[in-house]
């Protein structure tokens, strides 16, 4: 949006300069050669600025912050890498756990009559410890990749 609006704004001031150069009064004739001398001083000022900055970066004056940008990104990846991993297991055992849930509930549904309820409570007991240590650990690796 921001973008549009520089776009639109540089193009329109072109515009007004241009037709001011050819059509306009004398007076805003040379107001417009006067802004079009000063925009051709700023572009050589930066590219003898680019120049200057361009031989200074072959004397190395940026290798420092370039290696230091390195490290970073490499201590960045390494970080990732082991973030990765923690999620994949996370979402493997979050994978068991569902598969245990609907294990549970087949044999629930199956075999409801013979089914000990003591049996049962101590099964959806050790699900629902499960369960709350997978969203613990889900919500310490959210915090953590953020």
Do not use: C, H, P
Request: hydrophobic share 35%.
């Amino acid at each position: 949006m921001i973008r549009f609006i520089i776009t639109t704004a540089f193009f329109l001031v072109i515009g007004l300069l241009g037709y001011n150069y050819i059509f306009g009064t004398a007076e805003e004739k040379e107001q417009a050669q006067e802004i079009f001398s000063k925009g051709a001083e700023a572009v050589g000022a930066g590219a003898d600025l680019l120049k200057s900055e361009y031989y200074k970066y072959k004397d190395g004056k940026y290798d420092e912050a370039l290696d230091n940008i390195g490290n970073g990104l490499s201590k960045l990846k390494e970080n990732g890498g082991e973030l990765l991993g923690e999620i994949n297991s996370w979402e493997e055992r979050k994978d068991d756990w569902d598969q245990k849930k609907i294990d549970l509930q087949e044999r629930l549904d199956a075999d409801l009559d013979s089914i000990n309820e003591e049996k049962l409570k101590k099964a959806f007991a050790a699900l629902e410890k499960e369960r709350e240590v997978l969203v613990n650990e889900g919500k310490r690796l959210k915090e953590k990749a953020e």
